[in-house]
Nanobody, 126 residues
Framework: QVQLVESGGGLVQAGGSLRLSCAAS????????MGWFRQAPGKEREYVAH????????YYAASVKGRFSISRDNAKNTVYLQMNRLKPEDTAVYYC???????????????????WGQGTQVTVSS
């Protein structure tokens, strides 16, 4: 069974930085792309970023491009989300996700057919 465990959330002032981590187990990590999503109160879950299984390609939502950076360490089965220049509108629960099949590619990463972590709260104060 695939398990994803996020950490690193917290409270930060606008303009600050946070680094989220997601530790994965239960599958061959290096064969699966990894993604980050977020859900603000009263809103639907939305895509933030994803990275392919090798780490060679990264993709971002327009709202975070240039401020957030996704990376992975296949030796540690961990994916990271470095969040810089945070804004109050970045406040949300952030979820790590991976596909249910290996070697899935694509410029986008949807919500369906995913394994999810439990989420970590990120709160950005103004």
């Amino acid at each position: 069974q695939v398990q994803l465990v996020e950490s690193g959330g917290g409270l930060v002032q606008a303009g600050g930085s946070l680094r989220l981590s997601c530790a994965a187990s239960g599958h061959t990590f290096s064969e699966y792309r990894m993604g980050w999503f977020r859900q603000a109160p009263g809103k639907e879950r939305e895509y933030v970023a994803h990275i392919d299984w090798s780490g060679a390609r990264e993709y971002y939502a327009a709202s975070v491009k240039g401020r957030f950076s996704i990376s992975r360490d296949n030796a540690k089965n961990t994916v990271y989300l470095q969040m810089n220049r945070l804004k109050p509108e970045d406040t949300a629960v952030y979820y790590c996700a991976t596909d249910r099949r290996p070697f899935v590619g694509g410029l986008t990463m949807g919500l369906l057919e995913k394994y999810w972590g439990q989420g970590t709260q990120v709160t950005v104060s103004s």
